[in-house]
């Protein structure tokens, strides 16, 4: 056995446009949307054969409709790779694609593979409604449909009522807790609508997404920039009736989908292109499920320590906007710069397509820190239940610059 220690890297990385709920993207299947992200992530490495991947990791949030039966396996045969490339899934809810490149990056450091591919998908506009299964057939009462989109559902009544309140309760709760004003929170995600606006006129996007066969949407269709601090403010609160969280401070319902290719050291000469960054540590955490949204505190810090560095070597941060409340309360804790947070704009603007979003701050923060030639960037998630996933990139490029002006 060699002592040869091996690194993962990104070696490409792409996504669909993300569309709103019942919008551009809501006749396709979540498994196609899959399947273009694959393509699309592969086109960005011509030379690489498919044949050569050993592995795909695919994160869904929901698998109760037509991504399920293992979505990743089935977005491989769609997508026309080999019927000899394996996959599997995973669901760590919001966090599922990011779990997928952490998962992946193990696997490729640990020596079992050189080639992963990972990534995500989520159809919130197709997941379907559910009808519990009776204890005895054919019962005499009404059944419920239950929607799949979104939330707890099939509650275990042995779980204490404080840890299944609803996403947008448990974030008026972190609101209380941390005096993080309405106007915080509007001026927060109306900063989100008008970065992710400037991104796509200024081309950052351009090549990191791809578009749906048949489908005439070429931007993420929940970016409004006209959005300002005024107008949102002029928006009821939509979880209590004197709260602060409304639709406009919150991360709106989404399809899409996204793909991150890691490799190994070696892999270059096998994929045909240099990485852009390294994988260069990774955080998991947890804490009561109602405070959820702060769970990226704790993972970052973790995956900080392990990548042996601090906040003041950060140069970028792709935080996940599932709320502006909780962003806001992350960002505080961790007292980083707001500037180098979500330059390119966030979820509220973006869209959160569950269990995509992941794989769109990874590939996001790999862009950001090459643009601005910044050595060290932070890409972190809140995740429903009650936990967190962090990784720390390291830019390949200021890397060897580094190097480079030690010699």
């Known amino acids: ?221 929940s970016i409004r920039p006209g959005s300002t601090p005024e107008s949102l403010a002029g928006l009821k609160p939509a979880f209590r009736r004197d709260g602060t969280i409304t639709a406009g401070n919150a991360s709106p319902l989404n399809d899409g989908a996204s793909a991150v290719l890691l490799g190994g050291d070696v892999a270059a000469e096998r994929i045909g292109g240099a990485p852009s960054a390294r994988i260069a540590g990774r955080g998991v955490s947890a804490l009561e499920p109602q405070a959820f949204g702060y769970a990226p505190v704790e993972a970052a810090e973790r995956a900080l320590r392990r990548a042996g560095i601090g906040w003041s070597d950060v140069g970028a941060v792709e935080l996940n906007e599932a709320f502006a409340v909780q962003s806001l309360a992350c960002m505080d804790a961790w007292k980083v710069d707001p500037e180098i947070v979500n330059s390119r704009g966030g979820a509220i603007a973006i869209g959160h397509p569950l269990g995509a979003s992941g794989g769109r701050i990874v590939g996001t923060l790999a862009k950001v820190l090459r643009e601005r030639n910044e050595r060290w960037g932070v890409a972190a998630i809140c995740i429903g239940v009650g936990q967190g996933l962090a990784v720390v990139l390291e830019n390949v490029a200021a890397n060897e610059l580094v190097k480079e002006q030690a010699r």
């Open 1 to 221: 056995m060699s002592d040869r220690v091996t690194s993962c890297y990104v070696y490409a990385a792409a996504r669909t446009p993300f569309g709103r709920f019942n919008g551009g993207l809501a006749d396709v299947r979540p498994d196609d949307l899959a399947a273009t992200a694959i393509g699309g992530v592969l086109a960005k490495v011509p030379d690489f054969d498919p044949v050569g991947i050993d592995d795909v990791v695919w994160g869904t949030a929901n698998g109760a409709g037509e991504e399920n039966r293992n979505v990743g396996r089935m977005a491989v045969l769609l997508s026309g790779l080999p019927v000899t490339v394996p996959a599997t899934t995973v669901n760590r809810l919001c966090g599922s694609s990011l779990d997928a490149v952490l998962m992946g990056s193990r696997a490729i450091e640990a020596g079992d593979a050189e080639v992963i591919l990972t990534g995500g998908v989520e159809s919130m506009t197709r997941a379907p409604w559910v009808l519990p299964k009776p204890s005895r057939a054919f019962p005499a009462g009404d059944v419920t449909a239950v929607s799949t989109t979104l939330g707890w559902r099939f509650v275990n009544p042995r779980m204490p009522k404080e840890w299944t309140i609803s996403l947008g309760e448990a974030n008026e709760q972190l609101q209380e807790r941390f005096g993080i004003s309405r106007e915080r929170q509007d001026e927060f995600a109306a900063r989100s609508h008008r970065l992710a606006h400037e991104a796509w006129e200024a081309g950052f996007h351009d090549d990191l997404v791809v578009g749906v066969e048949g489908i005439d949407l070429n931007r993420d269709e």
